[in-house]
Each structure stands twice: as structure tokens, then as C-alpha cells.
């Protein structure tokens, strides 16, 4: 299986930047999901590497072999790069039954009909649609189009297979079982996969690394879990996450050699990095950011909040609740719920909450938190 190498991909559209001096590697095998917001670039990534959009600079390499350099003079064009390309739509044929809509890129390679009828059912029995292979895409739900699509991709064998939102137009019920059948079917093919998404679901459930790209520009690129855990900035952290991450501003000044003293708005904290140290300068504009699952409800504990609101689920219940001026979001694991204006006592557990700079946004440190009492 191919490694894929973007190198200062850049491209733009006039005056206006898609994606800018863009560095990725993805390893032989990774399910790999760009990620981020309608406009960051990621789609336009995906159909660079396809071949179906030219790079404006930089070069990209697929197996070892250059598909494209803006040095070189190389534009290799879609059907020699053994990509296959998954679109949002499936582009089926209407006109054609499925069998006819999986085996049609085998007939162009000149394949013959024995050796096609053999791969269509490989193919039918993997995607689980066997007993459909007669009928019209129009006679099909949608996401037993979807599974004739992938299939459909997958008949020539590619080394890669690029997807564009692929579960988009699916009902949530069914992008839940798709999501699962496409993690098995990247590790039945073995193939290197990458995946365009809007939906941090979609990239923390199914990836082994997450491109999250904000305005053309890489943010961070890492496992899903280690994106979650270790934002690297802000827009990271607000960005992955359901409910989202709290934040709080304020400033901080370091105390006890590695600890630092924070104040935001009546809260007093002290936070304690993980390992290490971190040295800020005094007074510095910190944010604080803490993951709902960090804000546990306590019975031994001094600080008390007051329930905003409440929103059980069964499975979990997320509390909106009120500490001063401040209204923060927390999950409370298991079929339980509060009155609302209720006081409840709380803590920050843990020793994943995140302390960033305000001004630049990075990530100072990971570590525990802890509110104090002036």
C-alpha cells in the first residue's frame, strides 16, 4: 500500500488562498480524515490529490512516484494515480443495474466477463448487498447506494481510496452503521483511506490521524484521541469535542516554581501541569480550557454551582451550570438528572485541562485544576 507526501502544497483561486504552503504525510494503511469548517480547504486537498484540481506550487507523491510538481513540469492525470474517488452524490447510473454499476470500470479496463461477474460478487457479499445486484439504483435505499458506490470504487483494486462526505446524505441512524462498516472495510482492504468530514464524529470514530485544517492552513495532525486530550491551540479545542470544550479567560502568574495562579472573574484556580513546568509572565492573558467530562459533581467539595439547565439523555446527562458570572458546561455519566436552581457542589478532576496563551492561542500546558477559596 501507497504513502501519500504533500509538499508546500499551495492553491489558490485568484487572490483568494485554499490552501496555503500545506505539508502532510500519510503512512501506508492510515485512515486519514481532513477535517475542519465549510471553506478551510479540505475538499479542495482531496481533489489534489486525485488529480481532479492542480496545485498552484508544491509537489505531491504517491508509492514513491511523483504525481505532481510545480518544479518539474509532472501532472499525472486521475485514471494513472490508482486512486479510487468516493463523491457525496455516489454518481451512480441510473440506466444501469447494480452489477452493471460496479463492473462498468472493469469493462473499460477490458476485463472479461467471467473475471468481472467473479469481482461484482467479491464485491456484493464484502458491501453485504448480495440479492440487489439486479435492481436500479432508484430501487435502492440510500444507504445501499452508498455501499454500491463504495463498492463500485473498490472493484479495480485502487491502492488509495479518497471520500468526499460520503455519509452526508445519510439519515443519522445510518451514518452510525456506515461509519462502522467503513472501519471494517478499511481493515479488510487494507487500503489507505482518506476521508473529507465536517463531522468531528465522523473523524475521532474512524481515523488513525485527524487533519484538522482551519483557512487553508494545517492545525494540528495527530490521533484522534491525542488531537481530543492535547489541542494544540483554540480552534482545536472548540473545534473536536461533543459538548464543546469550556473556556475561561483570565490571567495567571506563576507560583510554587511549577504551578500557576489564575483569576477569572471571581474564580481563583491553581493549575498544575502535567509534567514539567510552565513559565508565563506575570499577569499574562491565559484561557483555560476544560473538557465537560472534567467538572464532576461532588459531595465533598466547597465550591457550589447552581443548575442553568439539564438535558438527560439516559446515557448521560449534560448540565449547564452557574459559578458566578461564569456558566460552564458539564456530563454527568449515567441515567440521572437535577432540579433546575438547584445548588450542587463541584470539583475539576482529572489532569487533561488545558491552559493556553490568549493572545496567540497555542497550547502553554496540559495538567489538573484546582478552584481555591481567597
Known sequence: ?????????????????????????????????????????????????????????????????????????????????????????????????????????LENLKWSKEKIATRVRELLTMLKIEGYQKRYPTELSGGQQQRVAIARTLATGPKVLLMDEPLSNLDAKLRTEMRSELKRLHKETGATFVYVTHDQLEAMTLSTKVCLLREGELQQYEPPLAVYHEPANTFVADFVGSPTMNFLEGRGQNVNLDQVKIEADGLNMIFTPVSGSVSIQPRQEVILGIRPEYIAIADRSAVRATIYSTLPSGMETILKLQIGNHILTSVVFGSKDYHLDSVVNIRFTGDRCALFDRVSGNKLATGSLELVEE
Open 1 to 105: 500500500m501507497p504513502k501519500i507526501i504533500l509538499e508546500n502544497i499551495t492553491k489558490t483561486f485568484g487572490k483568494a488562498v485554499a490552501v496555503k504552503d500545506f505539508n502532510l504525510i500519510i503512512e501506508d494503511g492510515d485512515f486519514v480524515t481532513l477535517l475542519g469548517p465549510s471553506g478551510c480547504g479540505k475538499t479542495t486537498t482531496l481533489r489534489m490529490i486525485a488529480g481532479l484540481e492542480t496545485p498552484t506550487e508544491g509537489t505531491i507523491s504517491i508509492d514513491g512516484k511523483k504525481v505532481f510538481s510545480s518544479i518539474d513540469g509532472i501532472d499525472i492525470s486521475p485514471d494513472k494515480r490508482d486512486v479510487g474517488f468516493l463523491f457525496q452524490n455516489y454518481a451512480l447510473w441510473p440506466h444501469m443495474t447494480v452489477e452493471q454499476n460496479i463492473g462498468f470500470g
